[in-house]
């Protein structure tokens, strides 16, 4: 019995209708990249209003890494919300928030004193890493990267790289936001000491330490393409920033949580980030975010300084709790590194048979393949929208990234069964088979 099972073309009329119904009631900007409504997920399955069971490579953006619905979040949650549903933990609090903060501490990299907060959304979290540092070193610049996703406020559109659809038309943006060139191997053929001797000669040059209060980088690239930096890049940015007296903040919302074969891509660089920056895959599916770091930069804000209505809900914490626990008890690192190996083997091989990939990438279960004109460097985006497109059409949900728009992201649920895994890159070769 094939996993994928497609009652219906795609999108199915149930779909359909309720599509026609968005685009009287939610504004065009809010846009929908698969029109598939769905009614139930498990694990890595989700099947729509219209009874078709697809396959997800997409986690709802490296969200579900725990599996869709995993019923000790499910649990975790309905106990919650029976027992309290919200007091605000800044008026009168409540355990949850400090066992998680405790857990955290105990897992993110850095054998220092630490102290965590909550908040809602991965932006948030940049947010208040970007706050927490400038108020510790009372500098004003922060340094972000060619290719950088942070998220969609005001202050994280300006960190964030890519125009369109990202910032077109919605500044003015924050000041005192600076980007420079990262290390993009596939495109810059330079190792992580040239790349990273480039990237300080423009901050030093353009920016100066004496007014940085932080450097944010993501350890791998998400949105951006999913960029794993040369080795030994990062670690030489971390160094000068502690030589400098600049806050080094690891951008973990993508990378974090057991996604790319360790908890932290940070600790496979083998680096100590000041702050680390969390979402996503926290939460099991609840909007969760948190910063983490060095308890006296933490500590710099004064009482009062930081947190938020919902920052730190009881029931997104719980569902946290229970996710990350998932996390450790079951070795779901060790599971995005198995998952790692089968899709590097498996895109790597299509790469052989098909010159439109021009790079294969990634570590544990974020990988990718990026699309180029064949025998170029020039990127296409129309080869990586066909191959999706096909993929959707066929039960497979997969995501785009890539500042060019041209990079196939996967990011299964690191629950997702090796059956499932095979399945859906069958549709992969047969939409490269397809396109061709
Ligand atoms: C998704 C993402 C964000 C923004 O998170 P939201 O929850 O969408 O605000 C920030 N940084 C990185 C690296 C991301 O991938």
């Given at each position: 019995m094939p996993e994928i099972s497609l009652a219906t073309s795609i999108p199915g009329p149930k779909s359909a209708a309720l599509l026609e119904r968005k685009r009287r009631s939610v504004p065009d900007g809010v846009s929908v990249t698969f029109p598939v409504f769905v009614e139930s997920a498990d694990g890595a399955i989700l099947t729509d209003v219209d009874g078709n069971r697809l396959i997800d490579l997409g986690s709802g953006?490296?969200?579900?890494?725990?599996?869709?619905?995993?019923?000790?979040?499910?649990?975790?949650?309905?106990?919650?919300?029976?027992?309290?549903?919200?007091?605000?933990?800044?008026?009168?609090?409540?355990?949850?928030?400090?066992?998680?903060?405790?857990?955290?501490?105990?897992?993110t990299p850095g054998d220092f004193d630490k102290r965590t907060m909550f908040v809602n959304t991965g932006?948030?979290?940049?947010?208040?890493?970007?706050?927490?540092?400038?108020?510790?070193?009372?500098?004003?610049a922060v340094v972000v990267f060619d290719h950088a996703f942070h998220g969609r406020t005001n202050l994280t559109m300006a960190m964030t790289a890519k125009q369109a659809p990202y910032k077109t038309g919605f500044g003015p943006f924050a000041p005192d936001v600076y980007r420079v060139p990262a290390s993009y191997p596939f495109r810059d053929g330079l190792t992580g000491a040239e790349a990273a001797e480039r990237t300080i000669y423009q901050i030093e040059t353009q920016i100066g330490a004496a007014n940085l209060a932080a450097i944010v980088i993501e350890p791998i690239q998400g949105e951006g393409g999913f960029i794993v930096p040369a080795p030994g890049y990062l670690a030489a940015l971390v160094k000068?920033?502690?030589?400098?007296?600049?806050?080094?903040?690891?951008?973990?919302?993508?990378?974090?949580?057991?996604?790319?074969?360790?908890?932290?891509?940070?600790?496979?660089?083998?680096?100590e980030p000041d702050l680390i920056t969390m979402a996503k895959g926290i939460g099991g599916g609840l909007p969760l975010a948190a910063v983490t770091g060095r308890a006296e930069i933490m500590n710099a804000a004064h009482p009062g300084g930081l947190g938020g209505t919902y920052g730190g809900n009881p029931i997104s914490l719980a569902a946290g709790l229970a996710t990350v626990h998932v996390m450790i008890d079951d070795d779901l690192p060790a599971k995005a590194r198995a998952i790692g190996e089968a899709l590097l083997a498996r895109l790597g091989a299509a790469a052989k048979t098909d010159a439109r990939?021009?790079?294969?990438?990634?570590?544990?279960?974020?990988?990718?393949?990026?699309?180029?004109?064949?025998?170029?460097?020039?990127?296409?985006?129309?080869?990586?929208?066909?191959?999706?497109?096909?993929?959707?059409?066929?039960?497979?949900?997969?995501?785009?990234?890539?500042?060019?728009?041209?990079?196939?992201?996967?990011?299964?649920?690191?629950?997702?069964?090796?059956?499932?895994?095979a399945e859906a890159l069958d549709v992969f070769d047969e939409a490269l088979r397809a396109t061709r």
């Open positions: 953006i490296a969200v579900s890494s725990v599996g869709n619905a995993h019923p000790k979040v499910v649990k975790a949650v309905q106990d919650q919300v029976a027992a309290f549903t919200h007091t605000a933990f800044g008026i009168t609090p409540y355990e949850s928030y400090i066992e998680l903060a405790e857990l955290v501490a105990s897992i932006a948030e979290a940049v947010e208040n890493a970007v706050k927490i540092a400038r108020r510790y070193t009372g500098k004003p000068w920033a502690n030589e400098n007296d600049v806050v080094f903040v690891a951008d973990e919302v993508q990378a974090g949580f057991a996604r790319t074969g360790d908890m932290f891509a940070s600790q496979f660089e083998k680096i990939i021009g790079d294969v990438r990634g570590r544990g279960a974020m990988v990718a393949a990026e699309f180029v004109v064949p025998g170029t460097t020039k990127p296409d985006a129309h080869a990586a929208d066909a191959v999706i497109e096909y993929m959707a059409q066929h039960g497979v949900v997969v995501l785009e990234c890539g500042t060019d728009g041209n990079v196939i992201r996967f990011l299964p649920p690191l629950v997702i069964t090796d059956v499932q895994l």
